[in-house]
């Protein structure tokens, strides 16, 4: 475990987390494949005057899977940690895997939300084919699948961050790639090299929210149109189900719209939303 690791011990059960910076508390939830290295810029928001909770969602890292089967679940589990932190109200990020968690927690804690994000969240089932080719990859094939994709990124990262953005975007990968500049291709290589499934994924293919309505707090939706991964119908049903729902495409070449010419946009969007 990393040294700024914590475990809290929740009457949910144990739940791994991180705490940076001071101010205003906020939750990042970070998505499917991120573990406790994956870094998407989020913590950037401890200088800017949060104090930032990431969790390890249930299923990676130190935090069990059985404690998250489902959404209600995992959401029941992020109170139990506010509750054993002291922390009595807070917004929370949703980052696509974890739409359903945050969607759940702002569904079932009203009191104890202020703002959503949710930024290229799923919102919708996840497809029976989707789910059939995760189970075969990242069950038992979990470790090597990850080892290998590692492995790829050592010997030919750019050819390894074309491989990834196959499945993140519907434009065409080598003009998206030769598009990226230095920093971005850095990221990308950082988050292949960090990541790590777990049993997290797993869990997160069976998670959804019925009926979104009742969520009162304000949300913003930030998604791109290009999105193959999490594809527009997702941002689609939050506007039609939330009364509190802005969307704003970002307009990004792919799923991450935390870097390229989107990056900017996307960071200042999130920060007058949540100073508002």
Same mark, same amino acid.
Request: glycine share 8%; hydrophobic share 40%; with cysteine.
């Given at each position: ?17 991180r ?7 906020i939750?990042v ?7 406790r ?6 913590e ?23 404690i998250? /089967?489902?959404?209600?679940?995992? !959401?029941?589990?992020? =109170?139990?940690?506010?509750?054993? *932190?002291?922390?009595?109200?807070? &917004? %929370?990020?949703?980052?696509?895997a974890a739409?359903?968690?945050?969607l759940?927690f702002?569904q079932?804690?009203?009191?104890k939300?202020?703002r ?10 996840w497809?029976?084919r989707t789910?059939r ?7 038992s094939?979990e ?6 994709? /590692?492995?790829?990124?050592?010997? !030919?990262?750019?050819? =390894?961050?074309r491989?990834m953005? *196959?499945?993140?975007?519907?434009l &065409? %990968? ?6 990226m500049g ?12 960090a ?14 929210v ?20 999490? /594809? ?20 990004? &070449?792919c799923?991450?719209i ?9 960071w200042?969007r999130r920060?007058?939303?949540l100073?508002?």
């Open positions: 475990m990393d040294g700024d690791q914590q475990i809290a011990r929740t009457d949910k059960g144990p739940i791994e987390y705490l940076e910076g001071s101010g205003a508390p939750m939830l970070n998505g499917g494949h991120c573990s290295r994956t870094r998407l810029s989020h950037r928001l401890a200088c800017s005057g949060f104090l930032v909770l990431t969790p390890s969602r249930p299923g990676y890292d130190g935090t069990p899977a059985e998250g /089967r489902s959404a209600r679940d995992a !959401a029941d589990c992020l =109170a139990a940690l506010m509750e054993t *932190l002291g922390i009595p109200r807070l &917004d %929370v990020i949703g980052i696509s739409g359903p968690t945050a759940a702002a079932r804690y009203p009191t939300i202020r959503l994000v949710l930024e290229s969240a799923v919102s919708l089932p497809d029976e789910k080719g995760s189970r075969l990859v990242f069950w094939a470790r090597m699948t990850w080892a290998a994709m /590692r492995a790829f990124v050592r010997i !030919a990262p750019r050819a =390894a961050v491989t953005l *196959l499945e993140l975007t519907t &065409d %990968v080598a003009s998206v790639v030769r598009g230095a920093a971005d291709l850095a990221y990308v290589v950082r988050m292949i090299e990541s790590r499934s777990g049993r997290g994924f797993l869990n997160d293919i069976e998670h959804q019925s009926d979104l309505s009742g969520i009162a707090c304000p949300t913003l939706a930030m998604y791109t149109r290009h999105d193959k991964a999490v /594809r527009p119908e997702n941002a689609l049903r939050l506007a039609r189900e939330m009364s509190e729902c802005a969307v704003y495409d970002t307009r990004a &070449d799923h991450l935390w870097i390229g010419k989107s990056a900017d946009a996307v200042n920060l007058e939303f100073t508002a």
